[in-house]
């Protein structure tokens, strides 16, 4: 499966099986294996980088089976092809969007009239809600 230019994943390591779909097909739906089940050990992949491929077991935790197998179904579409193609092409979105190193942040300080003008919002508040207070009692 070819990913992008520099990412390609070898169509050996993945497992396919098939199984009855749900959904729209009227009484093609009971004879037909059209659901598409797609197995790939992500963690025994040697193709993808090292960060990628962590990176993605981190992103699809949810998605790992059995020790880092990653499962992935379609029966969006009637048959049994497209079904399949879908698989792969959800596949290769999550190793796109894993591709992507994340943003590293760079801790900031509020500015210095950030800092004053929120210093000023808290004494109006304050003076408000003191003017709301009944006056206190003289001696």
């Given at each position: 499966?070819?990913?992008n230019d520099r990412l390609t994943i070898?169509?050996?390591e993945f497992q396919w099986t098939y199984a009855r779909s749900g959904?729209?097909?009227?009484?093609?739906?009971n004879k037909v294996a059209s659901k598409a089940v797609l197995r790939w050990l992500?963690?025994?992949?040697?193709?993808?980088?090292a960060d990628v491929?962590?990176?993605?077991?981190?992103?699809q935790r949810h998605r790992l089976v059995d020790g880092g197998?990653?499962?992935?179904?379609?029966?969006?579409?009637?048959?049994?092809?497209?079904?399949?193609?879908?698989?792969l092409e959800k596949l290769r979105e999550m190793v796109l969007r894993a591709a992507v190193p994340p943003k590293v942040r760079r801790p900031t300080k509020p500015?210095?009239?950030?800092?004053?003008?929120?210093l000023k919002e808290k004494k109006r508040r304050s003076g408000l809600k003191a003017g709301r207070r009944r006056p206190a009692e003289e001696d």
């Open positions: 499966m070819h990913v070898p169509d050996e959904g729209p097909g009227g009484q093609n739906v992500a963690t025994e992949n040697a193709t993808l980088p491929k962590a990176r993605l077991l981190q992103q197998e990653l499962l992935l179904t379609s029966q969006r579409y009637r048959d049994q092809d497209r079904n399949r193609e879908d698989c500015s210095r009239g950030s800092r004053q003008a929120r």
